[in-house]
């Protein structure tokens, strides 16, 4: 009788200890465990988890944050668009949570780089990454790019255009950010390709993620290996950068004496991961989108043929494709790739005044999240949230797209915001001017993405519409 009673009160002061918050963050609204833990049990994706667990704190109860715990902690979302201001515009006291250093992760991407590092040495990094992003704009290299891609599509048919989103968004980052071409799009074989992937995948193996301390106690040797031989690579591309210069970002950045190898090879990896699934999941969605809305995609269409004049995209004729523009703009509000930024902590805590003039007491060195999709399906703030609509972007008197930076926050706003944002942009832009010009396309028959585009549950709480077929057509 002793050990099952025994057993009997662990469990439940093991569940009340991890349903119950610390006593230093009780006073904030809390997303009930149940729940969370309810969604993760069905795979929930997290655009999904946030706009039924979160964004009613924000829409119906007036809160402006909201704590969950989720993957082994207690997290604060800020969900108010004055909040989310005061924290993104202030890196100085909101800087980025310093990640945990036993996860494999970051033998991949490293610290020393501009996404994770802080204070003066980010300052060094971000200066030296706006600088080289400044010098390329590179349209051009983004219509070979796509049409390598058409070569790949031959005739057309039933296509899994998440797949080539993936290779296109790799061999832009590779080609013009590195100066290196993987030759994904072009070779299936793609060794690099494949490396990545397999890194990829024993990444997100859930029970790691969880627990990251199980790398530390059973270290897979296979992934560390994989890991050790992909920076390699890196730094081969490196060497070959110091005596090749190229039109791209590392030659540039190579120019900059300030930074160390180690440094140079974290920043490589870094654009890597940052620069190739986001932009390959904000490509998937908008294709996605003007596929459920074939009268959008013919608008599209007719404005690019007519604005492209059977020429080579360039920013003149892009900058007459306001409607496109209101597309993309629509797609990255939607469905946004990031659904929230990396966690931030205030070293001294901070109180924190919503606009709905309540006020919140964040701790010191607390986990604090932005959530973006947060901002970007808030009923207050967009007439219906969760429809796909272009022309709300588009400023009826003038034609132009409007956006406003307080409440469309794809890539985050401020110093830490994301500084290829005009790279991406572009990219996307280049890609779908292309497109249109080129295919039809709609989704066949029993599609599950009929009515949204449908993420996966993804580790790394990317929203990327997954198996999306699409049936493409070649134009006349
Ligand atoms: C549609 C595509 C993209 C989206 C939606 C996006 C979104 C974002 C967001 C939300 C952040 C802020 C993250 C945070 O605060 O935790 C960010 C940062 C960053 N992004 Fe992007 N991004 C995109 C494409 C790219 C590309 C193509 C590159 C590079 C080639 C890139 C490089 C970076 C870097 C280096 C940072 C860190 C900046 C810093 O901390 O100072 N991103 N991005
Ligand atoms: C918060 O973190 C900083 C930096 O790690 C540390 O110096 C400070 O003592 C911490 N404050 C509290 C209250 O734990
Ligand atoms: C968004 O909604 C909040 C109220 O929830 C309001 O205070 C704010 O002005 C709105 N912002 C915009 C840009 O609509
Ligand atoms: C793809 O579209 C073509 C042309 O509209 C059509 O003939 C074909 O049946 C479609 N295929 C699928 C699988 O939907």
């Not at 590092?117 to 590179?138: F, I, M």
């Not at 049409?147 to 061999?171: C, E, N, P, S």
Request: aromatic share 12%; net charge neutral; with cysteine.
């Amino acid at each position: 009788m002793l050990y099952p009673t025994l057993l009997f009160t662990a469990l439940a002061l093991f569940l009340k200890w991890i349903f119950t918050p610390p006593a230093k963050l009780r006073h904030l609204p809390r997303v009930s465990f149940f729940r969370v833990l309810w969604s993760y049990a069905n795979k929930e994706t997290e655009e999904a988890r946030i706009r039924k667990l979160y964004i009613p704190f924000m829409q119906e109860k007036g809160e402006g944050v909201a704590i969950s715990y989720a993957l082994g902690r207690w997290l604060i979302h800020i969900l108010d668009p004055k909040i989310w201001r005061t924290v993104a515009d202030d890196a100085a006291n909101w800087p980025k949570e310093l990640p945990p250093s036993d996860m494999v992760f970051f033998r991949f991407v490293g610290t020393k780089n501009v996404v994770f590092s802080n204070g003066e040495t980010w300052q060094k990094h971000s200066t030296v990454v706006h600088a080289a992003l400044k010098r390329t704009l590179p349209i051009e290299q983004f219509t070979v790019l796509t049409q390598k891609l058409f070569k790949r599509m031959g005739d057309g048919g039933l296509i899994k255009w998440d797949h080539w989103t993936m290779r296109v968004a790799l061999d832009a980052v590779g080609t013009t950010i590195l100066g290196y071409d993987f030759e994904a799009v072009e070779n299936d074989n793609s060794p690099f390709l494949k490396q990545y992937t397999t890194i990829m995948d024993a990444l997100s193996i859930p029970l790691f993620l969880v627990f990251p301390i199980f790398d530390v106690w059973f270290p897979r040797k296979d992934l560390i290996n994989n890991i050790d031989a992909l920076i390699a690579r890196f730094q081969a591309i490196l060497d070959y950068k110091r005596e090749n210069r190229g039109n791209d970002m590392l030659t540039y950045m190579l120019e900059e004496p300030s930074l160390t190898e180690e440094e140079y090879r974290h920043n490589m990896a870094a654009f890597f991961v940052a620069g190739h699934d986001s932009t390959a999941a904000a490509l998937s969605t908008l294709v996605a989108y003007l596929a459920i809305y074939p009268a959008f995609q013919e608008r599209a269409r007719k404005e690019v043929i007519h604005a492209l004049d059977n020429k080579d995209p360039d920013s003149h004729n892009l900058a007459n494709m306001q409607f496109l523009y209101a597309c993309v703009l629509e797609a990255l509000r939607i469905n946004t790739p990031f659904p929230f930024t990396a966690p931030r902590v205030s070293p001294t805590g901070a109180t924190l005044h919503g606009s709905n003039g309540k006020s919140y007491y964040i701790p010191p060195n607390t986990s604090t999240v932005l959530s973006i999709a947060s901002l970007h399906r808030n009923e207050n703030n967009w007439s219906d949230a969760h429809t796909f609509n272009p022309e709300r972007h588009l400023d009826t008197l003038t034609g132009k797209t409007k956006i406003d930076a307080t409440i469309w926050v794809p890539f985050s706003r401020g110093p830490r915001q994301c500084p290829a944002r005009n790279f991406a942009m572009y990219e996307m832009r280049t890609v779908t001017a292309l497109l249109l010009q080129s295919w039809e396309w709609e989704l066949p028959p029993g599609s599950p993405h009929a009515i949204a585009p449908q993420n996966v549950f993804s580790p790394f709480g990317l929203s990327s519409p997954k198996d999306l077929y699409i049936n493409f057509t070649k134009r006349g």
